[in-house]
């Protein structure tokens, strides 16, 4: 790989953000659609379509940081759609119901969203149970508990402010939304570089048994991370509110779980733990976005892209497979 390995952690195989190589390779993956879908429709590289695919790109790749963040510990999280969905309907909650301003509103939503990841990581920890099962379990528990409450009726009188942010535009297509994801990309990229609690949390997820033997606090990394992941999908949350105008709360849920899987191991993040790409992660949530928006604009099912993403899915699973297997016998050999 060709980014720097993190040399001082103790897991069995080498622990780095991603490789190079890859990522250019899925970059020119996105660009072939690109050519494909604006030849086939003139349409796609409209101003009004640019617009819309950038702040759909936004919510994507922020999407697959919340999955990616707990990939990185070996875990997964399942309930990453709920969580965003909670943090929705609760922004609407307290903007319509309870009349909040709009930045105590939101700080609200991203505090709901943080403690239900943290809920997760805890839940985790302390009963030695797989992620997967607490995050499926999780999943529906939150969301079972916000339609009760809100009985599934959305809150459509939001302040103007909020759906006007939505509609901002830097420059002739740039969408506000896209720069924040673009930020917290540069931040968690910062977080896994350089600072020696992303050097931990590589290190728990390569190898837990060998980073907890090292000094590594393996179990608050794990809570750590899915409580980052909790804050990340309501941020996607809330970018899904400011583009919308409303909050409803169809906008998560299930939708989410395929996006959040893609956008991370197409762009490099092992499945297995250890290694994250936060670049190839923005470039994965590239394809995907443009794949949805490309048969949109060619006035393709529904039902296509549910297959096309199921197809890339598996794709991406076997491509994580053989760098896991590559990664270890790199690693022996180098020892």
Known sequence: MSDDAIRDAPPRRRLSLGGASGQIGLL?????????????????LSTFNLFNLGRSLAVDIVIGF??????ATG?????????????????????????LPIPAAMALALVLGTLLGWLNGMA??????NSFIITLASASLYLGAMLILTKAVPYSELPAAVGAFGRLKIGTFLSPLLVIAIVIGAALFVLYRFSTLGRQILAAGANPRAAAMSGVPVDRVIVFSHGLSGFLAACAGLMLV??????VPSVGGEEWLLPSFLGPVLGGTLLSGGVVAVVGTMIGAALVTTIRSGLLVL????????????????FAVFVDRYRSVYAERRSTRQR
């Open 66 to 71: 919340s999955q990616m963040v707990v990939l």
């Open 299 to 314: 006035q393709i099912g529904n039902f296509w892209l549910q297959l096309f993403l199921g197809l890339i899915l598996l």
């Open 124 to 129: 985790i920890v302390k009963t030695g149970v």
């Open 242 to 247: 400011a583009r919308l105008g409303a909050a």
């Open 28 to 44: 020119a993956i996105v660009i072939g659609f690109w050519v494909v879908f604006s030849s086939l429709a003139p349409g796609f």
């Open 75 to 99: 875990g997964m999280n399942l309930a990453v759609g709920s969580i965003g969905v909670c943090a929705v309907m609760f922004t609407g909650f307290l903007l319509q119901d309870l009349g």
